[in-house]
């Protein structure tokens, strides 16, 4: 039961913003969507969240329609680093497993 | 670097036998969820512990087991391994800040069954 949507690959030339975009047209109210990353074989690393609001951090802005049902994720100066797989998760807060999709391969290209 | 530690970082066995990852979490964090990725699987939940107790499962073979001991590290025990059960297997831990937990996961163990 996948409840989220993400196009499987992506490429994005190094220096430029990425925007990696995801569906999630089921979601509901007391739903987070999280971003984690898988730089090759390595574990999965936590991005941002966000509940209904825009967030920014050190690594990445995430934006959420107003009617939740998809979300963007930004990555303002791509480098070859963020060459990575990305994964668009909707969960319940707390204490719940992460359930992974197939996510979206970002490839960041000189 | 998450925080969370696994080791060993490599595996190899052969089928039939038996073999125990070990996962360290974060300092605080009272959860941990073990994971399998395989090439043509991707990323599957296991299992989750929360202080010590089972909290949810997920498609874990009844071959598998774990558990999570008093000082919060866990162990996942595979047995009658199959050359299928050849994975990386990823630790993850996680606290409950009241409202939201995050999931920082480890290294993983990349096991190799011949």
């Known amino acids: 039961d996948a409840k989220t949507t993400q196009p499987p690959s992506m490429d994005c030339a190094e220096g430029r913003a990425a925007n990696l975009p995801c569906n999630h047209s089921?979601?509901?109210?007391?739903?987070?969507v999280y971003w984690y990353r898988q730089i090759h074989s390595q574990g999965p690393q936590y991005i941002i969240h966000g509940l209904k609001n825009n967030e920014t951090n050190e690594m990445a802005s995430l934006i959420i329609t107003e009617d939740r049902k998809s979300s963007t994720l930004i990555l303002p100066h791509a480098t070859l680093r963020d060459t990575a797989v990305y994964y668009c998760?909707?969960?319940?807060?707390?204490?719940?497993?992460?359930?992974f999709g197939a996510g979206t391969r970002l490839t960041v290209k000189p | 670097d998450s925080g969370v530690t696994q080791t060993p970082k490599h595996l190899i066995t052969a089928t039939g036998q038996r073999v125990t990852l070990r996962c360290s979490p974060r300092?605080?964090?009272?959860?941990v969820y073990w994971y399998q990725q395989s090439l043509d699987q991707g990323l599957q939940f296991l299992i989750q512990?929360?202080?010590?107790?089972?909290?949810a499962k997920g498609n874990i073979l009844e071959r598998f087991s774990a558990q999570q001991f008093p000082d919060l590290h866990s162990e996942l025990n595979l047995s009658s391994l199959e050359l299928g059960d050849s994975a990386l297997y990823f630790c993850?831990?996680?606290?409950?800040?009241?409202?939201?937990?995050?999931?920082?996961f480890g290294p993983g163990t990349r096991l190799t069954v011949l």
């Open positions: 300092s605080g964090d009272l959860s």
């Open positions: 512990y929360y202080n010590g107790e089972e909290r």
């Open positions: 089921t979601i509901s109210g007391n739903e987070y």
């Open positions: 998760i909707v969960r319940v807060a707390v204490l719940e497993e992460v359930r």
């Open positions: 993850a831990s996680s606290s409950w800040g009241g409202v939201i937990d995050t999931q920082y």
